[in-house]
């Protein structure tokens, strides 16, 4: 793609209802991880104050997940929490993912049926 066409698509503001589908898909790119998020964030945060908000949301969700991952495993990786948290962080892993990825599902459902709504867990770091 010429570098024409990407400012053109860029500069080209955005529908009610592509900004519903593109904060919706982002929503729920967020069950897979932290990367759709922070390039929609990057991306949109100068061209759609909708798109940036939402954006901002999935990606605050994503970067509270990834510290709380980084957490776990590190717990995992000192032998003497390994033996003291052994059971309680096998407990945790399962509940844990799921959550990771209802939670951007359930905001995608949310936000397509035009709800208001904010995840309860997440660090706002990105407005």
């Given at each position: 793609?010429?570098?024409?066409?990407?400012?053109?698509?860029?500069?080209?503001?955005?529908?009610?209802?592509?900004?519903?589908?593109?904060a919706?898909?982002?929503?729920?790119s967020?069950a897979?991880?932290?990367?759709?998020?922070?390039?929609?964030?990057?991306?949109?945060?100068?061209?759609?104050?909708?798109?940036?908000?939402?954006s901002?949301?999935a990606?605050?969700?994503?970067?509270?997940?990834?510290?709380?991952w980084?957490a776990?495993?590190?717990?995992?990786?000192?032998?003497?929490?390994?033996?003291?948290?052994?059971i309680?962080l096998?407990l945790?892993?399962?509940?844990?993912?799921?959550?990771?990825?209802?939670?951007?599902l359930?905001?995608?459902?949310?936000?397509?049926r035009?709800?208001?709504?904010?995840?309860?867990?997440?660090?706002?770091?990105?407005?």
């Amino acid at each position: 793609m010429s570098t024409n066409r990407v400012q053109d698509f860029l500069n080209t503001p955005l529908s009610p209802e592509n900004e519903r589908v593109y904060a919706t898909a982002i929503h729920a790119s967020g069950a897979l991880g932290i990367l759709v998020p922070a390039v929609a964030y990057f991306v949109y945060r100068t061209r759609n104050a909708t798109i940036r908000a939402e954006s901002a949301r999935a990606f605050n969700l994503q970067i509270t997940f990834t510290i709380f991952w980084a957490a776990y495993f590190l717990l995992w990786s000192v032998p003497f929490f390994n033996l003291i948290f052994a059971i309680p962080l096998i407990l945790l892993f399962l509940p844990a993912l799921a959550i990771q990825v209802v939670l951007p599902l359930y905001g995608a459902a949310k936000y397509w049926r035009g709800e208001d709504f904010a995840y309860k867990i997440d660090a706002p770091i990105f407005r």
